[in-house]
């Protein structure tokens, strides 16, 4: 079935549901159950454990609710790029840490064994670890915490949280929605195509039970071309999660979430293209004679081109990847007045099962050199058990304190990597023909925490806060694993106290200052060397100090400001090279960096303006750099310049207007927009492998319903086609001649997108 097929499908049910007068005059009206507040027009947030007015949270947070998330078309973990300023998402395939973000500049990315994130994804107080989630949907909010936040959230969260809530179930009513975006490549300028469709039915059980059954199936086609077979990489996703709310008494509440997806994507899905070529030479490989290369002559013999925004590869071959995601929750909450005790139990497993990243890597068949990765098994299991105690609120001293566990382990299997040289077809010559053996990862850590706020004033409340954590993390190889080794056994054990202090003060009714100072910890890594034996990385330590303001304007606009430094000892970074005794394979070593820091000033502005208009918005300064006389993985002194994947700059805004038509209808505007300062994507001097200052813009028009049950709009993503990448490799596969060859990955928000969006509420 074509695309054109399945969106007519598709549009047909949507356009059926909104055009269903019976249903539509019996529905109740949708109450969209969330977690937050009774409408009252504050913002709440859990960002302490606790319900809290965001403006009363010491931390600074960017908020974006559920209309915001649609609004803007956050579908997927990638598109919160455009939500927060100080928040970036680059993950690349085959990258061991979850959701691969960075905040302030400050990240992890990494294929080292047994690595976690620096910026921690929680969906619904459970901690993702290396087996989260990929797709939003049906999601009450989002929350971005800003520096550490260990003391409440643990490991994973040296340099912030992202905290994402889903809708709750709803006691009092049956409710359904169904809501699609639907694009297709060269339609209407559409550069891709893709068509979401998600839905969510409610159902009460009693009245103190209600159950939530939310899904959605994501059909894309492209960014990537494959010209020798003449159509776009298949990128299909689909998922489900069940939801169950019972209050059996009224001292005690059971959460039991369920979640499973399944990504599908061929022929490496968004994976390196060649963004700049070299031309004629000679492969400086080890090899038994002279081979002339022209990668330029040799791309264009296959009908690609080498520049910024090239989509395109030719590969005959034909492979695909699987990703199964899931997980199980359980959550209690017992009144023991005064105190709420509250126990989470969750268990998620991440199972990829392909290649991995692509296995014809260069993805050009006429090529001179390919390099082949063999399929590999790598799952991730996930344990964790968390059981604190809280305090009511505005007591003298308010408080929560608890204990955690978490044992996570990762099996990989054996994998295969052949190098070969094709000088004369079908003429090849074996350069490479090995791999790695089978290992495993365990990181099992353990926790006691506490944090209390005294108020010591009317006005004035006292913070305080802190963390043990024991944390063991074992490499387990066998034999083969290091070329020539027997098994081996490498243990990193770590106990670390983190802890927070700070003040907020209320300067006006609806203002408040805070100034906080704050230790983060972030488990180690164990390195492998190609042919030596593992290396610890040791654990990352960050000391950040910071000054907010918070008020409420106008409305219910949220002004949230602050400044910040921060210093981090044994920063954990990732340098990759190819060079020309590595015979064009990606080599990638990890290693601690004292000294990194990051400082400066931003300032969001979230909520509703007027009764009318909407208007998010944000902008950050960080400057997050190399320490003084650090040396790049291209022999360059890069000391004191912006590190990878952090802008300096970075603006973020987003805003609707609603314009009553007649009694049944409004009409509406919705514009989104994001500027960025320049982006560098390796630790060198490279400036062909970083992305310029660039705008990405798009919005929406539409018409919905007055009481906002049925909305039908034409949006566009990215209008102006900017090609931001979301990594870029220089020396790729090689550098010729002092020429750098670049490769670059890019995904759907590297391309404008245009479609139709339909929703209907039940």
Request: charged fraction near 15%; glycine fraction near 10%; charge should be negative.
């Amino acid at each position: 079935m074509n695309t054109i097929s399945r969106m007519a499908i598709i549009s047909g049910i949507a356009l059926g549901a909104l055009a269903s007068p019976a249903i539509a005059q019996s529905a109740a009206p949708a109450t969209g159950a969330t977690d937050d507040a009774a409408g009252n027009g504050e913002i709440v947030v859990t960002a302490q454990r606790r319900t809290e007015n965001v403006t009363s949270v010491p931390i600074s947070i960017t908020v974006a609710d559920q209309a915001q998330l649609e609004r803007q078309q956050v579908d997927t973990i990638d598109d919160l790029n455009r939500i927060a300023p100080s928040l970036e998402i680059d993950a690349a395939p085959g990258q061991n840490t979850g959701g691969g973000g960075t905040i302030r500049g400050i990240g992890t990315q990494t294929f080292s064994a047994g690595a976690v994130a620096s910026v921690g994804i929680v969906v619904d107080q459970v901690s993702q670890g290396n087996a989260n989630i990929s797709d939003l949907f049906d999601v009450a909010r989002v929350e971005v915490l800003k520096g550490p936040q260990g003391t409440l959230f643990g490991l994973t969260t040296s340099a912030g949280v992202i905290n994402i809530t889903t809708n709750k179930p709803d006691f009092n009513a049956f409710s359904a929605r169904l809501r699609t975006e639907l694009s297709s490549a060269g339609t209407a300028g559409s550069l891709y195509g893709d068509q979401i469709v998600q839905g969510v039915v409610n159902v009460p059980l009693a009245g103190n039970a209600a159950v939530r059954v939310s899904g959605f199936t994501n059909l894309r086609q492209g960014p990537d071309y494959d010209v020798t077979a003449g159509r776009y990489v298949a990128n299909d996703s689909f998922g489900l999660r069940g939801r169950l709310l019972w209050e059996p008494t009224s001292a005690l509440t059971v959460n039991l979430i369920g979640d499973y997806s399944h990504d599908r994507y061929t022929n490496g899905g968004d994976f390196f293209t060649f963004i700049k070529s070299s031309g004629a030479g000679t492969l400086p490989l080890p090899t038994p004679f002279p081979v002339a290369d022209n990668i330029t002559a040799n791309l264009a013999s296959c009908g690609v081109s080498a520049y910024t925004g090239n989509r395109n590869f030719c590969m005959a071959q034909g492979f695909s990847d699987r990703v199964e995601n899931g997980g199980v929750s359980l959550q209690l909450d017992y009144k023991a007045e005064p105190f709420t005790i509250t126990s989470i139990t969750a268990y998620r497993r991440s199972l990829d099962s392909g290649y991995g990243a692509a296995s014809n890597v260069f993805r050009a068949d006429p090529l001179e050199l390919q390099v082949f990765n063999g399929p590999g098994d790598h799952p991730v299991d996930l344990f964790t058990q968390e059981l604190r105690l809280s305090s009511p609120a505005d007591q003298l001293v308010e408080y929560t304190a608890g204990v955690f566990f978490s044992s996570q382990i990762q099996h990989v299997a054996p994998t295969t990597l052949l190098v070969e040289l094709h000088p004369v077809a079908p003429v090849y010559i074996p350069v490479v023909n090995g791999g790695t053996g089978a290992y495993r990862v365990s990181d099992s850590s353990m926790a006691a925490f506490g944090q209390a706020t005294i108020h010591a004033s009317r006005k004035l409340r006292l913070i305080a806060g802190g963390r043990y954590t024991s944390d063991v993390l074992r490499l387990d190889t066998y034999a083969g694993a290091i070329p020539g080794s027997a098994n081996s056994h490498t243990v990193l054990d770590a106990g670390n106290f983190s802890w927070k202090l700070g003040a907020q003060y209320d300067v006006a009714a609806r203002t408040m200052a805070y100034a906080t100072a704050s230790r983060g910890f972030k488990g180690g890594q164990i390195s492998q060397p190609a042919g030596q034996a593992p290396v610890a990385i040791l654990p990352e330590i960050p000391t950040a100090y910071e000054v907010g303001l918070k008020s409420t304007l106008l409305r219910a606009w949220v002004l949230d400001a602050d400044l910040f430094y921060e210093k981090i000892r044994d920063f954990q970074a990732q340098s990759c090279t190819t060079t020309s005794t590595s015979t064009g394979v990606l080599s990638c070593t990890q290693t601690n960096i004292n000294g990194v820091k990051t400082r400066g000033a931003e300032i969001d502005l979230f909520g509703r303006v007027t009764r009318h208009f909407t208007l998010d918005t944000g902008f950050i300064w960080a400057k997050a750099t190399y320490p003084k006389g650090f040396v790049g993985s291209d022999g360059t002194i890069i000391g004191g310049t912006q590190l990878a994947y952090a802008p300096e700059y970075k603006f973020t805004s987003s805003g609707e207007y609603t314009v009553p038509l007649g009694e049944r209808f409004n009409g509406f505007l919705g514009l989104d927009a994001v500027w960025k300062s320049r982006i560098r994507y390796e630790e060198t001097s490279v400036v062909d492998s970083t992305f310029h200052p660039h705008w990405t813009v798009g919005g929406r028009v539409g018409v919905k319903t007055a009481d906002e049950r049925f909305t039908i709009a034409i949006f566009a993503r990215n209008l102006f086609n900017q090609h931001e990448p979301i990594l870029a490799q220089s020396g790729f596969p090689y550098v010729e001649g002092g020429n750098q060859n670049i490769g670059a990955m890019y995904g759907p928000n590297s391309f404008r997108q245009v479609g139709l969006s339909l929703d209907g509420k039940f």
